[in-house]
């Protein structure tokens, strides 16, 4: 019996605090929250827009040259709504850019925020707390756990010139930028 109902709480406790944690509202419509795994955007309705998006993407090659090596020194955190067109635009163009590049996939953190009044842009972990997330997508770029730059809703150039700016040091300031006091 005490198997039994450990059993059931791991489960259960997996099931509500696990990856790919799904949120169905009243009107049918879904979204993703919290930490998510690449095997979410696997799944309908997200498998239709990622793919699409992923595929229709031809990565700039001579770019990627460019930060291809540096990438792996870094780790990301990626900040998305999967129910914002911002996200479904840039955010599979990304992940075919991170992919090319032979980026360790172990060192993106994905992390879908919530669009419910009251929870709006919030995870259930907390991850976007202190970070200054006003848009979606936000990639931020971390060394050694602190934050080098980031790529804030859409590239000011491109994906590829974005990166290799910030990835080799340049001056890079993203779209709605951090106001330091």
Do not use: H
Not at 58 to 76: S, W
């Amino acid at each position: 019996m005490k198997t039994s109902v450990f059993l059931f709480l791991t489960l259960l406790s997996v099931g509500l605090f696990g990856q790919n944690q799904e949120i169905i509202l009243e009107d049918g419509k879904s979204f993703l929250l919290g930490k998510i795994t690449l095997e979410a955007f696997e799944k309908e309705p997200y498998r239709d827009w990622y793919q699409k998006s992923y595929q229709d993407y031809g990565v700039d090659e001579t770019l990627l040259q460019l930060f291809k090596q540096k990438l792996a020194d870094y780790e990301i955190q990626l900040f998305l709504g999967t129910w914002c067109g911002d996200s479904r635009r840039e955010v599979p163009r990304f992940i075919k850019i991170l992919k090319e590049a032979d980026f360790p996939l172990e060192n993106l953190e994905i992390i879908a925020l919530d669009r419910r009044k009251g929870w709006y842009k919030k995870s259930p972990g907390g991850e976007e707390k202190g970070k200054n997330i006003k848009k979606v997508p936000t990639m931020l770029f971390l060394k050694n756990g602190t934050e080098i730059n980031r790529i804030v809703e859409s590239p000011v150039e491109s994906l590829e010139e974005d990166l290799a700016l910030i990835l080799n040091g340049g001056a890079y300031v993203p779209n709605y930028a951090i106001k330091k006091r």
